[in-house]
């Protein structure tokens, strides 16, 4: 029953079929959330590439102003200073050898994975269980890095990667339901603004096919890109 009203009430208040102004768009998702929790609030970007071409999979990285509004998890790979600079900065787990055993065992309770070069060898053996999960580190998201205290302190805050998948499409979070307008408009333009940027040289036609937001358990809205610039 609360769902069919639920239903309804999205029914009267959104045209799925219309674009609407980000900050109209914005307001829409904030309030057609009906989840009984403080609900992520999503991007997902229908891109106009190719990602089976390795220069159009587009892959890169922000910090949102406001952050995500979750917890993030980080393990740290790495040795000696390197291990103390990490739980300095806040790291959940740091080890090396230890931590890839568990891996190998199938341990993968954590958001991200950030490593010392030295340790990708080792890692790159696991691929199989980081890769499908998103965990593997990666020296263009900046999760292979010597700079370990500032890894960890970016993905703390709210540092996000926006990755196109094999369908062209990119998700990310922008925030949760319980931020102000304001502050989603703001790290929604800084992903926007950051796609733009990265679009790759030989992308033909349409860039940036279709913008639309959702919070986790609300109806995705479509966004007019004119109103995002």
Not at 90 to 105: L, P, Q, R, T
Not at 115 to 123: C, F, Y
Not at 141 to 160: F, H, N, P, Y
Request: aromatic share 4%.
């Amino acid at each position: 029953m609360k769902l069919t009203k639920n239903n309804n009430s999205i029914a009267e208040k959104l045209d799925r079929k219309k674009e609407y102004p980000l900050e109209k768009a914005v307001s829409l998702v904030k309030e057609l959330k009906y989840g009984q929790f403080d609900e992520s609030v999503d991007i997902a970007l229908n891109m106009g590439v190719d990602p089976r071409h390795a220069d159009q999979n587009i892959r890169v990285t922000t910090s949102l102003p406001n952050g995500t509004g979750r917890e993030v998890t980080v393990l740290v790979l790495a040795r000696g200073p390197k291990e103390k600079e990490a739980k300095e900065a806040g790291a959940d787990f740091v080890g090396n050898d230890d931590y890839i055993e568990k891996i190998k065992n199938g341990w993968t309770e954590i958001d991200k994975v950030v490593a010392t070069p030295d340790m990708m060898p080792a890692l790159g053996k696991l691929g199989k269980v980081l890769g499908p999960k998103g965990l593997m580190p990666n020296p263009k998201s900046g999760t292979v890095t010597m700079d370990i205290g500032k890894a960890v302190g970016e993905l703390k805050t709210g540092k996000v990667e926006l990755r196109v998948e094999k369908n062209g499409i990119i998700h990310t979070s922008c925030g949760k339901t319980s931020f102000t307008e304001k502050d989603l408009i703001e790290n929604i333009r800084i992903i926007y603004n950051t796609i733009m940027k990265a679009r790759p040289a030989s992308a033909k036609g349409q860039y940036l096919k279709k913008f639309t937001l959702s919070s986790t358990m609300g109806p995705g809205i479509k966004v007019d890109q004119t109103s995002i610039k």
